[in-house]
Antibody, heavy 126, light 110 residues
Framework: QVQLQQSGPGLVKPSQTLSLTCAISGDSVSSNSAAWSWIRQSPSRGLEWLGRTYHRSKWYNDYAASVKSRITINPDTSKNEFSLQLNSVTPEDTAVYYC????????????????WGQGTLVTVSS | QSALTQPASVSGSPGQSITISCTGT?????????VSWYQHHPGKAPKLMIYEVNKRPSGVSNHFSGSKSGNTASLKISGLQAEDEAVYYCCSYGGSTTWVFGGGTELTVL
């Protein structure tokens, strides 16, 4: 059974960097049959996919256009986890942030986000 | 990438059937059979109910079903139960290695 455990601060000051980590159990961040995403949810935007990291003989990252200039998602194979960094945050970045796993097969990640972390409410405020 | 369009709310009585629509474009829903649906109860993580348009993960009741026609996907819930009351989100692969969600539909069981 895959489990995702999130950690990180719930309060970030404007212009600073939001940092969250997602620890994986029951699977490997290096799995060739999964991709690892960050998704956020806010009253104004609903659910918003932010980006993903995955390994297919080498590491790949994809990011949503809305945050591409500010986001970094990194895997850590030694800890079997992956992280989110979002730079230059504003109050608009206030949301519940989730990490999630999607199943992949034959080059397509169509299995849906079947496993989610518990969610972290991050408030951007001074 | 614009969000997929869902009705803000739907309602039904126990035992009835309801359908939630999810309208995208020819660049996302219309181009890929990679639509998924999520049930979201407040304070909990979203739960995958349907993937690849009409497939149910293990453990999801068969009173949930999905379909797609053109640029619109649909989630049907048959035999409504009180515990089905939640917010439902659709999601589609949007091309260019991105995913796009709908705005969410609040289901009320009367």
């Amino acid at each position: 059974q895959v489990q995702l455990q999130q950690s990180g601060p719930g309060l970030v000051k404007p212009s600073q960097t939001l940092s969250l980590t997602c620890a994986i159990s029951g699977d490997s961040v290096s799995s060739n049959s999964a991709a690892w995403s960050w998704i956020r949810q806010s009253p104004s935007r609903g659910l918003e996919w932010l980006g993903r990291t995955y390994h297919r003989s080498k590491w790949y990252n994809d990011y949503a256009a809305s945050v591409k200039s500010r986001i970094t998602i990194n895997p850590d194979t030694s800890k079997n986890e992956f992280s989110l960094q979002l730079n230059s945050v504003t109050p608009e970045d206030t949301a519940v942030y989730y990490c999630a796993r999607v199943s992949c097969s034959g080059g397509t990640c169509g299995g849906g986000f079947g496993y989610w972390g518990q969610g972290t409410l991050v408030t951007v405020s001074s | 990438q614009s969000a997929l369009t869902q009705p803000a709310s739907v309602s039904g009585s126990p035992g009835q059937s309801i359908t939630i629509s999810c309208t995208g474009t020819s660049s996302d829903v219309g181009s890929y059979n990679l639509v998924s649906w999520y049930q979201h109860h407040p304070g909990k993580a979203p739960k995958l109910m349907i993937y690849e348009v009409n497939k149910r993960p293990s453990g999801v009741s068969n009173h949930f079903s999905g379909s797609k026609s053109g640029n619109t996907a649909s989630l049907k819930i048959s035999g409504l139960q009180a515990e089905d009351e939640a917010v439902y989100y659709c999601c589609s692969y949007g091309g260019s290695t991105t995913w796009v969600f709908g705005g969410g539909t609040e289901l009320t069981v009367l």
